[in-house]
């Protein structure tokens, strides 16, 4: 199916892509189009090899070797010099390329047997919430796609960490399933993507991974206004017991495992009756990054809607 253009959604070790061929833009465009996602955000290339990868990216930075011996299949994506094979519609035209070699032994396979990195995003709508099982994915693309492979449940839950090296600097484009301060022991500290000149991405829209009903954080002044017809996603524990629609994201505060529920848990408070979702604030450490990222995010979407 990729080798002949077509879309094939998979499970990588994150969420779900979309795939189709990196290296026809015409199946790339395919992308674009099913997800109705503006055409000026470029696309990640998945590879199962250091060979593919050099086919596709530039590697001349010992640090960048370091990232890739250590964190690589795994999720960490590096924005990369493009070599002259991958498309324009990929990079959106600029001389970069992001590339990453997931974790799963489905998306290892699906590109080995494709021989060629396979273009994928997170398999949902443009601005939608992440697809963490191959339902979320047939919910919101079933019609649309060639194919998905079912590889059940994902298991770091949030899409990669995204760094670009430049200028002899490393930036951080979006937090993700690869905490900062691993990457850090290699690169020293990331910058803030705030001081990068480099394209948006949508990870960096003020909005984005929403749900389709109203989404705000719990603060001290709505947690005791709750009732039993709203939906909310705590922490550690439930702690306002009029909420009816709720679910924990770690009981015991790992945010390893709150990384894992948290799509699966939105969609479900989605699909869920609650007619406003209320989300608690997790700590900023860690995996905590990626999490608060998502959340702001999704709240941002709602925000002087009420
Ligand atoms: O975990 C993941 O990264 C998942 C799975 C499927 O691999 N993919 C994913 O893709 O999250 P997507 O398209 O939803 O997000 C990719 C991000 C976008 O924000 C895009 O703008 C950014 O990567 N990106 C891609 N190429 C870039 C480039 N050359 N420079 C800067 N950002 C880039
Ligand atoms: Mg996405």
Redesign the pocket.
């Known amino acids: 199916m990729i080798k002949s253009g077509g879309l094939v959604a998979f499970p ?1 070790e ?4 979309l795939g189709a061929d990196g290296l026809n833009a015409e199946a790339a465009a395919k992308i674009f189009e099913a997800k109705n996602r503006p055409s000026f ?4 290339l ?1 590879v199962n090899s250091r060979e593919m990868l050099d086919k596709v990216a530039v590697v001349e930075d010992e640090r960048i070797e370091e990232l890739i011996k250590n964190f690589m299949p795994g ?1 960490l ?1 590096l ?1 990369l010099p493009k070599k002259g094979i991958v498309p324009e519609i990929i ?1 959106s035209g ?1 001389p ?3 590339v ?1 070699m ?1 974790a799963n032994d489905i998306a290892l396979k699906l590109i080995e047997l494709s021989e060629r990195p396979i273009a ?4 949902n709508s443009f601005g939608f919430l ?1 697809p963490t099982k191959a339902e979320h994915v047939a919910k919101q693309l079933g019609d649309k796609i060639d194919m998905i492979l079912d590889g059940g449940e994902t298991n770091v839950g949030v ?2 960490t ?1 760094i ?1 090296l430049k200028n002899g600097e490393f930036y951080l ?2 937090p ?2 690869l905490e900062p301060e691993k990457i850090e022991s290699i690169t020293g500290k990331l910058k803030r993507k705030e001081d990068n000149i ?7 829209l003020k909005f984005h991974y929403s749900t389709y009903k109203p989404i705000k954080f719990l603060d001290e002044d709505n947690i005791s206004r709750i009732t039993d017809k709203d939906g909310v996603l705590f922490f550690r524990k439930v702690l306002n017991s009029k909420a009816k629609y709720t679910r924990v994201l770690s009981e015991d505060g790992n945010l390893r495992k709150a990384a894992t529920n948290l799509f699966k848990y939105l969609h479900e408070l989605e699909e869920s009756p609650a007619e406003i979702i209320y989300v608690e604030r997790v700590p900023e450490t860690g995996l905590g990054k990626a999490i608060m990222d998502r959340l702001t995010k999704a709240t941002n979407k709602y925000l002087g809607n009420e």
Do not use: D, F, M, W
Request: aromatic share 2%; net charge neutral; proline share 15%.
């Open positions: 990588t994150t969420v779900y892509g955000n470029p696309l990640i998945h999720p994506t924005v990079t600029h970069t390329v992001a990453r997931p994928a995003p997170s398999a992440s899409e990669s995204i670009e484009l979006r993700g399933g480099s394209p948006n991405s949508p990870g960096q």
